[in-house]
């Protein structure tokens, strides 16, 4: 009996299933294939650890759950880390084999997960499709052999699409070799019109799924429908030049952008509809750009959000006024013709994010820079700007109006931490800044993305600045010419001997804050006098905004030291928590909600609350690259490996190991903190909440979003630490003595 692998028809199969299919039928393995998305298949999405991924995650879920419930041998799931050279995938793709894994509690033999990775292993993927292979008995002649079988269908698949202009599910059916089906009729009153060309951009796991309703048949009923499939790669990724660092957009998402971009300016579309998930974490960068072009080439355009909850009649209620109102091809010319002529009057709509904007133009003679921070990330850069004789504009503290500055021009489902940066920069704008500087660096997660996106936010508000985008200068090598041509229009003619004594100044103060945070965060969990702690680390940290010399440094934190001692202390064994999640979440007190103090200043109850993650320690591994931090990762990696083996991007593979190691080291509970639609940190959670209930550790996972409310995850948080407490009463009279960590009268 021939061995059976399974491929959920989801994410991975909507991108490689000729090539799949191909090379595991050439080994003489029994390929069996989820059947497409139905009502059970809806239903079977509960089986997802957590509410919070994307609706194709759940789908890849239900799908998995389908397989495994008709007792396949192995499944087969793809790692796409990334599949070009200067890119990477979504994290959804490089951790769904791992979130599978983890939340149906399989055993490693059975899943079956290939990485490919062009950008930091090129070519080794072959190896491991090879080493797969050979744990299915298969010699690696006939592996080499099949690869060459997957590789040749693929080709296959991409001739049907781009040279005969067929769907996805059409290509596939002409594969595989079944039978065309008979095209369904879903409006009887529409009429085609041949001058009609609408492009419908979406990925494909979610175009012709279930959750799609049939978009792509619905809209070829009024006209000629062309898809991002159908447009070659090579004539549309020269478009996404026009974007600064385009090449390195994620892989799918940059080819859909590409296409959509190809399409609008060449005018080969005179309508086009954008279908994307809720919660879709790319989506939220390229709909930007692509509504920016459409407005700018004059073309009617429409976005679709779907998710398991959208119901079919609303959507079609939309499309049919879409098509009914921007009917024709004579509609959008006449538009076009309009956007032509505001273009040169100088209204035109400017694609921004292109390398002029990375690399600011001439500045007057006196500029004033503003930056968004994080936590006390704004000490540093203001050290570095005054010691440098740059006038600074420091962002405000975040607060409500912050967030709903930003709030009013970003995408609908971008994460928070760009929400509030977007409502800072706006902020220092108004009180005067003429200059932005905003990191950059693309990696897995949105963050690389945020500059050029705000910057295109912002210009079509109006606002007139300057932008500087900052990548980080390590590997020194490669990234210092781009570094210093970057900080150079900013910093003017300072020798880079004062820049590097600034940035000493800089890294010291970060430093002393670091140290200073810590020892605060202990000491609250056993001070008799609760909140002198975090009264006296305040006091000390704005004295050190002010010094200029790294002795005066050392002397505060003398001082701090004697001063802190100082504050007399109960004896008490507090619960103790540690806090995991991504950086921006876990450091900046306005999103959290204070989360730290709050935890700290429960009445008759002692917290210890304990995070790695600082700004300082970032610092300290990606550019000063320390022996300790360095050790410190190596061993949350070890940690993460048996479940999470590959870097989602942000903290994601950090918070996995983080909460083992929790485990390990004694602590009661771990707190994990996303923003809303994080996806580094949403494939963490889905990993995290089967993985904490296995090894019995008490977890809470808080999403976070400008709609956040204090009482409500002040509740939360408070029926957290009744479950710690009970736990650790348990224990206690299990093993003897008594409860420890609360106070008299508790």
């Keep these: 009996m021939a061995t059976t692998i399974g491929i959920p028809r989801g994410l991975a199969y909507y991108y490689l299933y000729p090539f799949m299919e191909g090379f595991l039928r050439h080994l003489g393995l029994e390929v069996v294939v989820s059947p497409p998305s139905d009502s059970r298949t809806f239903k079977d ?40 050279p200067q890119n990477y995938c979504c994290p959804k793709l490089i951790g769904a084999a791992a979130m599978v894994q983890n939340g149906f509690n399989l055993p490693p033999e059975r899943v079956l997960a290939p990485e490919i990775n062009e950008r930091e292993k090129p070519g080794a993927w072959r190896d491991n499709f090879i080493a797969v292979a050979a744990r299915l008995g298969k010699s690696r002649k006939a592996a080499l052999e099949a690869l060459e079988r997957g590789l040749a269908r693929q080709q296959d698949y991409y001739r049907l699409v781009q040279q005969e202009g067929l769907t996805l599910p059409e290509a596939y059916r002409r594969l595989v070799g079944s039978p065309e ?22 990925h494909p796991y979610i175009l012709y799924d279930l959750v799609g309703h049939n978009v792509v048949e619905r809209l070829r009923e009024y006209g000629r429908v062309i898809t991002p499939e159908m447009v070659n790669p090579e004539d549309s990724r020269p478009e996404l030049a026009s974007i600064y660092e385009g090449e390195k957009m994620w892989a799918y998402e940059g080819r859909l952008l590409s296409a959509a971009l190809y ?17 879709c974490g790319p989506a939220s960068i390229i709909e930007a750009y692509i509504e920016a072009e459409a407005e700018r080439q004059g073309i009617p355009f429409l976005i679709l959000t779907v998710d398991e909850h959208t119901g079919e009649a609303g959507l079609v209620t939309r499309l049919e006024a879409f098509v009914d109102t921007a009917a024709g091809h004579k509609y959008g010319q006449k538009i076009a013709e309009r956007a032509v002529e505001a273009k040169s009057a100088g209204q035109g709509i400017s694609l921004t994010g292109n390398l002029a ?34 006038e600074m504009v420091p962002a405000p503290p975040v607060t409500k109006r912050t967030a709903e500055l930003g709030k009013e021009l970003a995408p609908e489902f971008i994460c928070y ?11 220092v704008l108004e009180a005067g800044a003429d200059t ?9 997660c949105r963050l690389g993305w945020y500059a050029q996106l705000q910057e295109l936010l912002l210009r079509q508000k109006g606002y007139d600045f300057n932008l500087t985008i900052i990548d980080s200068p390590v590997p020194w090598r490669q990234n210092w010419p781009k570094f210093r041509d970057a900080v150079r229009p900013v910093i003017g003619n300072v020798s880079w001997l004062k820049v590097i004594g600034a940035l000493y100044l800089a890294y010291q103060k970060m430093r002393a804050i670091d140290e200073i945070e810590s020892l605060v965060r202990r000491k609250r969990a056993y001070e008799v006098k609760r909140g002198a702690a975090d009264k006296l680390g305040r006091r000390f940290i704005r004295r050190l905004e002010g010094l200029s010399s790294t002795k005066e440094i050392k002397k505060l934190l003398k001082e701090f030291h004697e001063e802190l001692a100082a504050i007399e202390e109960e004896d008490t064994a507090p619960l103790k928590i540690k806090v995991v999640g991504e950086i921006y979440a876990v450091l900046e007190n306005f999103v959290n909600h204070d989360l730290e103090r709050f935890l700290a200043s429960r009445p ?22 320390k022996k300790q931090a360095v050790r410190h990762y190596h061993r949350v990696l070890a940690a993460a490996q048996p479940y999470l083996p590959y870097a989602v991007g942000g903290h994601g593979q950090e918070s996995v190991g983080e909460t083992i190691l929790a485990k390990e080291e004694g602590f009661d509970g771990v707190i994990h903190l996303l923003p809303f639609t994080c996806m580094p940190e949403i494939v963490a959670q889905n990993i995290l909440v089967p993985l904490c209930e296995k090894i019995d550790m008490p977890f809470l996972s808080l999403v976070l979003s400008e709609q956040t409310g204090t009482a409500g995850l002040e509740t939360r948080l408070e029926a957290f630490l009744e479950v710690l407490l009970e736990r650790r009463e348990r224990k206690e009279r299990l093993f003897g003595g008594e409860a420890v960590g609360l106070l008299p009268g508790y």
């Design 417 to 427: 931490p760009m929400v509030t940066t977007l409502g800072q920069i706006r902020e």
């Design 181 to 202: 089906l008979k095209r369904r009729v879903f409006d009887t009153q529409a009429q085609f019109d041949p001058e009609q060309v609408i492009g419908v951009m979406g």
């Design 604 to 625: 008759g109850l002692r917290v210890y609350v304990r995070r790695e993650m600082s700004a300082k320690g970032w610092f300290d591994l990606h550019v000063l690259h």
């Design 436 to 444: 932005i500087i905003m990191v950059g660096g693309k990696g897995r």
């Design 45 to 84: 999405m509960a089986c997802c650890p957590t509410d919070e991924p994307c609706v194709s995650v759940k789908l890849f879920f239900a799908h998995a759950k389908y397989l495994l419930d008709k007792g396949v041998d192995y499944l087969f799931l793809p790692v796409l880390s990334s599949v070009e």
């Design 263 to 279: 399409l609008l300016r060449r005018h080969l579309v005179n309508k086009m509809v954008l279908m994307e998930a809720f919660e």
């Design 357 to 390: 904007a990375a690399v600011p133009g001439p500045r007057p003679a006196k500029i004033k820079v503003g930056a968004p921070s994080m936590g006390w990330t704004d000490v540093a850069l203001v050290t570095v700007l005054q010691e440098c004789g740059v």
